[in-house]
């Protein structure tokens, strides 16, 4: 009988073991500092039962998770302060597992289920409102009596510029000569382009990310339609394995199609979205969904709109350096998918050829390139315009170090006398004066 309870015992703990590893473990959170919020990835699956609520006194956001395996004490300290002043997990009553985070002060937030996994959205002065994703359990949240509720951002009055800076954080993206990466490349140039379009009189640009850390796929998509984006440029940097790669040079600009998609296409953009392996499964799931996808940005116009921007922005770089190929090339991107907003991918240079590897970490060539792209966009701005409803407006040109009001006049094929006169110039012409150039 000893035996036998012995031998039930063993087996007992053998499946609660069993059990444990099967579920979902949390990890160290993900902490990140966000445009408009704290994010924390809680769990890389979504495949789980939650319910959040606030409490006060102290502050504290807590998130009841079912389906879960306790995390170790030590994977839970946060990364960043601001509002965030400590993560507590613990294992509460019905076999869940509570997860607190402490506050400095009370702050609205919210818990998202996004391809990427869990996230929880601390906010000081208003929180990105994601979509939920449908079809996946999930609890109500259950916020506190008071509590304000989280809305999504109400529509700018000016023309939002989605600009995204590919990879980040852990994914480093390609790599070329002197250990010169990706990720930190479109970054430096991301910026550039946000200063640019928020300098220009009507526009202002949103950044998918700020610093070094790790956005998933669908989730930039995501964050471009919550801030109403009118146009989506994601930035990144080429590169072929070697010999080939480091010989191979130009910039490249590619919309999504799942047709007439050259081979080395396909490679890059399955090395993209390999990058997000939640985002790559579900987009690789069959023809289907990305079928439908492309059936809703035809009914929204949406794909001419990206082919036209992407043109523009590719005559706009041939003018700054060699183009790979000359014309807009089709690609399965993953992170091209929103049927709504005109969405471009742009390759700048290949990070594995040495010589633009070396030109694109020179501030000035990316400085270069960022103005490229934003006059691109600029090239587009009418048909942006018409597509939100507005009116055309003027064409507008930011001007650059060293060019002068003749060669400006020269190449948008105006008057040196109707320049002046629609912009009211009598000095001398300055670095990063936004020039309205009048119909020719």
Known sequence: ??????????????????????????????????PHALIV???????VVWRSFSLIHPARVVVDLHGVALPRPSAMWPEHTGPLKDIRAFRHRNGMVRIVFDLARKVPYEVSALPGGLTVSLGGSGVLSLPKTKGRPQAVALPAAGEPRIAPPTAPPD?????DPGHGGIDRGACGIDGICEKNVVLHIARDLGSLIDATPGFHAFLTRRGNYYVPLRERVALAQAHHAAAFISIHANALPEPE???????????????????????????ENAADQMGAL????????????????????????????????????????????DHVEKANFMVLLSPTIPSILIETAFISNPR?????????????LAHAVWEGIMRDAPRLRARLGMSPGPRLYVVRAGETLSGIAQRFHVSIAALRAANGLRGELQAGTSLRIPSG
């Open 356 to 368: 633009e590897a070396l030109d694109l970490d020179s501030p000035v060539y990316d400085e270069r």
């Open 41 to 47: 990835r809680l769990l890389n699956s979504r495949h």
């Open 245 to 271: 790669g480091m010989n191979v040079r130009g910039a490249e600009v590619f919309i999504l199609s799942q047709h007439g998609v050259s081979r080395e296409a396909r490679w890059l953009a399955h090395s």
């Open 282 to 325: 579900h987009f690789g799931a069959g023809g289907g969904f990305l079928h439908n996808i492309l059936l809703n940005m035809t009914q929204n116009g949406t794909r001419r709109a990206s082919y036209d921007l992407a043109r523009d922005v590719l005559q706009a770089l041939g003018a700054v350096g060699p183009l790979h190929v």
């Open 1 to 34: 009988m000893k035996q036998r309870f012995l031998t039930m015992v063993v087996a007992g703990l053998f499946f609660w073991a069993a059990l444990a590893q099967a579920a979902t473990r949390i990890g160290r959170p993900l902490v990140r500092v966000g």
């Open 159 to 163: 023309i939002v510029i989605a600009v």
